[in-house]
């Protein structure tokens, strides 16, 4: 079972309540952490994994043959982003805007491009102390794609349906995000009773509605109810699977590494009862 944990917002608990889900199966499930936040990447400060294995995140780009090379243009018309440009008898490459389509390569008529690897960050994989599957990209300050990372991340997990993968999503509602629910069973959305929770609570449901993916939603830091976020949920058909109030006790646990259920020991049945709305959904949308 794919599940990613969004938000639209950033800050809203969606690490919080990713890491707490992925401890409180793991006694239950092979369970899988995916740190897709590849630019800020945070779960392991709370699960705290042993990385044992380490590699490289690359794209393909283009590297020019001078010697083949007539300087005809051609590759500089058919690349869409930019990173190639004609200067007198010379063709420029950009690496940092190139996404690695090989267009350029497809379409050059002398043969003269070859494509070499490019760095762009890291994979990272290890276990936790209670037997969680761990990975993380780590994207290379100043590259500007993350998107690549997220997609080579997900060629090392499992191809057991029987595993439970949580996919803790960036923030935001960009490609990245996108790229991150690509292949998801569900989608739990994490927000909060503010104006700006509502707002991009908005986004993230147009973007699942959009890739028809089913969702619920967890409320976090909640002090009392926000009929504007609950009118929203109502009128979507989202569930609201949980809601975490916002509490002292918990807001200083977090700043110190701790997940929720370490914090309060009864959100482990929580989280495990959360688990169970998700598969109920899940197959009541695969029934339809």
Not at 214 to 239: D, F, H, K, M, S
Request: charge should be negative.
């Amino acid at each position: 079972m794919q599940i990613a944990v969004a938000s639209g917002k950033g800050g809203t608990g969606k690490t919080t309540v990713a890491t707490s889900l992925a401890r409180s199966l793991a006694n239950l499930h092979e369970t899988w952490y995916v740190d897709c936040d590849v630019e800020a990447p945070n779960g392991h400060l709370f699960l705290n994994p042993r990385i044992d294995q380490q590699s490289q995140a690359v794209i393909q780009i283009p590297e020019i043959q001078q010697e083949l090379c007539t300087a005809c243009g051609k590759c500089v018309e058919v690349c869409q982003f930019h990173a190639l440009a004609k200067i007198g008898r010379k063709i420029l490459i950009f690496p940092q805007l190139c996404h690695g389509c090989g267009s350029c390569t497809w379409n050059c008529p002398e043969g003269a491009i070859v494509e070499v690897a490019n760095s762009i960050g890291l994979l990272e994989s290890g276990m936790t102390g209670e037997g969680i599957h761990f990975l993380q990209g780590v994207l290379r300050i100043s590259e500007p794609m993350a998107t690549p990372i997220i997609r080579q991340l997900k060629q090392h997990l499992p191809l057991s349906s029987d595993s439970v993968v949580i996919h803790d999503a960036p923030p935001g509602a960009s490609c990245s995000v996108v790229e991150t629910l690509r292949g998801a069973d569900i989608v739990l959305l994490v927000t909060e009773p503010t104006p700006f929770g509502v707002h991009d609570l908005k986004q993230m449901i147009g973007i699942v509605h959009e890739m028809g993916l089913p969702a619920g939603v967890v409320i976090n830091r909640e002090t009392e109810p926000y009929n504007p976020l609950n009118e929203l949920c109502n009128q979507n058909n989202l569930p609201v699977w949980m809601r975490i109030p916002y509490d002292r006790a918990i807001a200083e646990g977090i700043a110190a590494g701790r997940t929720l259920e370490q914090i309060y020991p009864t959100y482990r049945h929580s989280f495990q009862q959360l688990f169970e709305k998700i598969k109920l959904l899940m197959s009541e949308s695969t029934s339809r």
